[in-house]
Nanobody, 124 residues
């Protein structure tokens, strides 16, 4: 079955960096677009970044553009989220998700499999 396991979250000071990883298994990783979402305290889950099946196309939420970078290694079945210049408002549980499509997607409804999430806390 599909498994997505996130890692790399933690506590960091504002201005710091973290790199999240998502190890995928149970499907042919190179066929699916992938995405990162987050859910902050008292907020709905929101799209953060997406990447197409081959990595040639990426897209970011305006709130993270220029600070976050999504990438993937199809040989390692892993997708990454490099986060820099972190802000307290980036505090959230971050989820890795597998799109039901190969092309880039940004909507919740286009992602059929989700990881358990990893907590990112940014202190001021």
């Amino acid at each position: 079955q599909v498994q997505l396991v996130e890692s790399g979250g933690g506590l960091v000071q504002a201005g710091g960096s973290l790199r999240l990883s998502c190890a995928a298994s149970g499907f042919t990783f190179s066929r699916n677009a992938m995405g990162w979402f987050r859910q902050g305290p008292g907020k709905e889950r929101e799209f953060v970044a997406g990447i197409s099946w081959g990595g040639g196309s990426t897209y970011y939420a305006d709130s993270v553009k220029g600070r976050f970078t999504i990438s993937r290694d199809n040989a390692k079945n892993t997708v990454y989220l490099q986060m820099m210049s972190l802000k307290p408002e980036d505090t959230a549980v971050y989820y890795c998700a597998r799109s039901d499509y190969g092309t880039l997607r940004t909507m919740n409804r286009d992602f059929g499999s989700w990881g358990q999430g990893t907590q990112v806390t940014v202190s001021s």
